[in-house]
């Protein structure tokens, strides 16, 4: 049956030919009338909306409106042969990242997947397997690893995946180290591998081939010490950890010297009760996920809050449940907004002149 339908695939879609796809960031077709941007008039704006990733509805016909006869065909054919014959579009989207050629890579676990948006080939990809034969259960984190393919952090498989360029696994790093990975992130520098392990109330450090280097940290509420911590990011040489149960981000070394921290435990906008991702843009600041109030709260890199944006729903600029956060050379913040199902992009526009 495979064969008969993968002929029948190119048969279908040589005569679509003529109807090439392009990869749309806004689904309905049209961006928010006026623009959608914070803060609002007569501020000048920093951020500003640039549309969501859902799935293959992000993929339309170039000559617009309905969708080409190509989609339409994928649409059936995942129907046959799709993973786990759901909708090709994201679940329950953890944390992501965009590689060196432009994908935006989104670990998803809901379709127990990596989701993958090609905007230059115009596809979308969905990677299923942490070994072959063997299903993903709870991706998390994913980073690249410095050669050309990527790190996945398993919360439940409890150790991290190797994938090559294509998605295909090549192996493992952290079993019997790790009990419940979450956050990934990577030193560009050096090439070592930082992992929060939740369910350890630690930091793994882990070499480019995969050894155990060190562990940060303990369970406590102490400078250096964790509870609960999840999502991580790396930049200007500090490493961003989202210490979820002590409702605070924790700046360190690399080696694990606390350095300072972001946020205090509220139960007010702009305070910190459940953060979870954290990333930073090129002019320092620190962008943090408050999963509870359903926002994206904005810091300056000395720890002073700037701007709050979002609240509950599920309309622009809204988000309902959301998880990681990462930015790309682009000026584009990423957030996965968990319980949407979907990926909001939002462009940062600078500093005001």
Known sequence: MKPIAGI?????????????????????GSAPENGLAWPGPPEAAR????????????????EGGEDGAAIKVLRWIAGIAG????????????????DDVGRILITDAGRQAVVVFDEVQASLDIWDEARPGESFLSPVGIVGDGSGGYLVADADIGHLVRLDASGAPTGQ???????????????PETGEVFVADSAAHDIKVFSEQGSLLRTLGQRGT?????NGPTHLSFAHGRLYVTDTLNSRIQILSPEGESLSTIGQRGLFVGNLVRPKGVATDRDGHV???????????VFSESGE???????TGNGAGQFFLPAGAWTDGENRLF?????????????????AP
């Open 305 to 311: 809050l700037l701007l709050p944006i979002g609240g």
């Open 47 to 62: 951020l500003s909306y640039a549309g969501e990733l859902i799935g293959e509805v992000n993929f339309r016909n170039v």
């Open 83 to 98: 993973s786990k014959g759901q909708a090709r579009e994201l679940i329950r989207p953890q944390s992501g990242m965009v």
């Open 222 to 226: 102490e400078a250096g010490q964790f």
């Open 173 to 187: 790093v952290g079993q019997g180290t790790l009990q419940r990975p979450t956050g990934l992130t990577r030193d």
């Open 335 to 351: 957030v996965a907004d968990m319980f949407n199902g979907r990926v909001v992009v939002l462009d940062y526009l600078g500093e």
């Open 287 to 297: 962008y943090v996920i408050e999963s509870y109030f359903d926002h994206i709260l």
């Open 8 to 28: 029948f695939l190119v048969v279908l879609l040589a005569g679509c030919a003529t109807a090439p796809v392009e990869m749309h960031y806004f689904p309905d």
